[in-house]
Structures are given as C-alpha cells and as structure tokens.
C-alpha cells in the first residue's frame, strides 16, 4: 500500500505570499509587529504607541507627544488613531520621497474608519506642508494631493462607499507612464486613470486622523503587476 509523507504533500502546496517578494518595496509597517510602547515592549490593551518599527527600511514612526499618540487596540489588534490628531511621524526628521517617471510607485493601507470619512483624515501626509496627502474625502472619493496648493494637483477617485464596519485595503498607484490609479479591495475606480501632472510624492506622516484603526502600511519605488497586486490583495484580507 501507498504512503504519502507529508513533505511528498506539501511540496505541491501554495507557497505562503510574502510582500517582501514583491519588487521595489521600501517600507512596511506590519501587522502586530515592531509595534512598541514607551519601554520598547509590545504595548497592553489602549497603551500609548510610541513606536512602529519598519520591517524594511529607515522609516520607523514614532510619537512622544503624549497628545498625539494612538493606542494599542487588543480586541482591533490595531494601532487605533483613537481620537484627533493622532499620528506618528518618521524619526529624526526623515520624509519618504517617491518619484514619478522610471517604475512609478505604489502605497497600499489596510484600514477601518471609527468615524465616516469626511477630509479631515490622512493615510499619509506631509507635516511641512498642506498639500500633500492620501485620504478618503468623503465616503465615496479618495483624494491625492501632490504639493500645489488649492485646487491644483488634487487627484480624485470615485470609490464604492467606505463605510465604518469592516476593514478596507486602500491602494494608490503610478504606473510607469505617469497614470494615477487607486484600488480599493482589489477593484480599480470607476475614475480608471488620472494624468499625474507632479514629479514626485513626499510625506513622513502616517495615519494623522482621527478614531481609525490601523493595521498595515506598505509602500513601493514602482507599480505593481496584476498578479503582485492580486496576492497582495488576498494577503492584506486573509492574513492582515
């Protein structure tokens, strides 16, 4: 009679997605990972965050504003920006600069809203300067604002309605030719693609909002293919 070992089973297995495999990715800020309190430990149940280390690159957050800093939300297994204001900032005056041209680039959040959007939240943004932002505008647009002030390159994308239940994966893209996307839950906006008119991103704010729980952060030096954004969409889901 035939035995099957388990090695002779699970070699055919899928091998477990990691986004480390994905090309150009430069920060994450991972799920229940490099999350630390004021002592350098993991924080308690509605502990102040004072840290969130980057499991890729030199963009470790932090807030020592007792003020401004979001908890730890055990029953959300979250960073829970649990009121306003709250954020944290790259250390030691760092900003993260992505270029448009060459590979493009890409940033994606997993996300759920304490409170309806209403643009007075901020995935990402520039502390020096207004008009540099990702955020839900309202609960049917996410806005990027890329540096020029009023209403001058401001980019928005009509989105299936975000609502305050359930977590949401928000993704912005800029592809190689210098087209604006944005994905939400896997699924590109009905606004299809934006021209983007700037020549780079900057900020070095994560998550400067209000009553929202935070879980992941990813960002990228390029685009992703459809296949990448596909398993990264199944990973923020099923694993995050």
């Not at 204001?85 to 041209?101: A, D």
């Not at 647009?141 to 401001?154: D, E, I, L």
């Not at 975000?162 to 912005?172: P, Q, R, V």
Request: glycine residues 12%; aromatic residues 12%; contains cysteine.
């Amino acid at each position: 009679m035939l035995s099957l070992s388990v090695n002779s089973v699970s070699k055919f297995s899928k091998p477990v997605f990691n986004p480390k495999a994905i090309p150009g990715i430069i920060h994450w800020w991972k799920w229940n990972e490099g999350i630390q309190d004021g002592e350098g430990d993991f924080p308690d149940d509605n502990e102040g965050v004072w840290k969130w280390i980057d499991a890729v690159g030199d963009a470790t957050v932090l807030m020592t504003d007792g003020g401004l800093r979001p908890a730890y939300n055990l029953s959300e297994k979250s960073v829970d920006f649990n009121g306003p204001f709250r954020l944290l900032q790259i250390q030691e005056g760092g900003e993260i600069e992505l270029q448009s041209g060459l590979d493009g680039f890409a940033l994606y959040f997993r996300i759920k809203y304490g409170i309806a959007p209403d643009g007075t939240d901020n995935f990402v943004k520039a502390s020096e300067s207004d008009n540099f932002f990702i955020r839900a505008q309202d609960a049917t647009t996410v806005r990027v604002k890329s540096g020029t002030a009023g209403s001058g390159g401001r980019y928005d994308f009509t989105v299936p309605t975000i609502g305050t239940s359930k977590y949401y994966n928000i993704g912005i893209e800029l592809d190689a030719e210098g087209g604006l996307h944005c994905y939400v839950d896997g699924v590109e906006s009905t606004t299809g693609e934006l021209e983007y008119a700037d020549s780079s991103f900057t900020f070095d704010i994560l998550k400067g909002g209000r009553q929202d729980n935070f879980r992941t952060g990813l960002i990228f030096e390029s685009s992703l293919n459809d296949r990448d954004r596909r398993d990264l969409q199944d990973w923020l889901t099923y694993r995050n």
